[in-house]
């Protein structure tokens, strides 16, 4: 089955993005009809494609690396 979203299925956020409800999901698309992220309410996809949107503006923050070492037989 085939997703076809039309304008009246997407709702604008933040005139930036969309967001359509799918089955069981929310989707965010940019303004280019690209997919961005997925959320099991529509709050949590905004918030989450408000982040990550951000994060693609401004960089994200670096991760840290941690190592570790077991001593002992195991």
Known sequence: MDLIRTMTDKKLIDDCFY????RFLWH???????GLVSGLTED?????TR???KG???GFAET????GEVGGKL
Request: charged content about 40%; aromatic content about 16%.
């Open 64 to 67: 840290k690396k941690y190592e």
């Open 28 to 34: 965010s698309y940019d303004k280019e009809d690209n």
């Open 44 to 48: 949590i996809c905004i918030r989450m």
């Open 19 to 22: 967001v359509v409800k799918a």
């Open 51 to 53: 982040f990550y949107l």
């Open 56 to 58: 693609r503006q401004e």
